[in-house]
Structures are given as C-alpha cells and as structure tokens.
C-alpha cells in the first residue's frame, strides 16, 4: 500500500525529472540539429497556447512556455502513476524482466502520439504535421520521456509499490 506522501514524491521527481530530461533533449536537438535556439523551442511550445505571435516573443513568452512544458510534464507523471496504482497489468509488466524498459518505450512514444495527434491540433485547429522532425520526437519520448516517467514512477526492485 502507498501512503498519499509516496505517491507526491513519486509525482513530484517524475514530473521534475521528465521537464528537465525532456526540455533538454528539445533544447540541445534544436541547437544542434535544427540550428535553432532553446528559447525558441519553448516559444514554440507557448504558441500552442497563444498563438503564432509567440514565435516573435521575448523572455516573458520563453518563460510561458517552460512553465507549460513543466506543466505537461506533471500531468503525464500523474497519469502514469495513476495507471500503475489502478492497473494491475501494468504493475505486473513493470515488474517482468525489462518492465521499465518495456512500458517506457511503449509510454513515451504514446503520450507523443496523444499530445501530437489529438491534443495540440484540436488546440491549433489545424491538422498534425507528420515530418521527419516529428519521427525523430516519436522515437526520442522513450528515453527522454517514458523512462523518466517510468523509472521515477516505480520504488526500486524489492520495495513493495
């Protein structure tokens, strides 16, 4: 059984470790990549919000942006941890040989597929673009995304969840 304190420390270092491993894999594939700027990554996240004049934001908008991300980052966790207190198949799967592994990389690209699929078109009211970028974001939610999530969301092996 886990106390309500476990369950918001188990939120709470997910969510952190999933903005922070995430933004950064945005951040550094954009600069390195993309030859684009981190700032602008999260400009790009806040137009989802705001709109296109976003993009031509300064520090303010940036910062909107980071706090969304952040924000998402959270929501995901907890739908995560949620699914691992009520599923029991989950459970069992996360406790299988590789079960991190394995939920992770079928977690990660799904939450990409939800947020880049459904939630972000209905919201800019326009059909998801699917581009080699968006390929390289399918597969980059595995390990920047499902592994935090799921590796932060577990006790370690031995620890009854």
């Known amino acids: ?6 369950r918001l420390s188990r939120l709470v270092r997910a969510g ?3 903005a922070l491993i995430d933004g950064l894999f945005s951040s550094v594939l954009s600069v390195l990549a993309y030859g684009s700027t981190a700032p602008r990554v999260f400009k790009g996240v806040a137009s989802v919000l705001i709109g296109d004049q976003a993009l031509s934001g300064g520090a303010p908008t940036a910062l909107l942006g980071v ?10 966790s907890a739908v995560f941890l949620f699914l691992v207190l009520r599923a ?4 069992r799967m996360l406790h299988s040989r590789y079960g991190v592994l394995k939920v992770a990389a079928v977690y990660g690209p ?8 459904v939630v972000i078109p209905v919201m800019l009211q326009r059909a998801p ?3 080699i970028r968006w390929w390289i974001q399918l597969f980059g939610h595995f390990p920047f ?3 935090p999530i799921v590796a932060s ?4 092996s031995g620890r009854k969840t």
């Open 1 to 6: 059984m886990t106390t309500p304190d476990d």
């Open 110 to 117: 799904l939450v990409w597929l939800v947020m880049s699929l």
């Open 129 to 131: 673009s699917i581009t």
């Open 16 to 18: 952190l470790m999933t």
């Open 153 to 156: 969301s577990v006790r370690p």
């Open 88 to 91: 029991a198949c989950v459970w």
């Open 145 to 147: 995304v499902g592994l």
């Open 67 to 76: 706090v969304m991300h952040v924000c998402v980052a959270f929501f995901w």
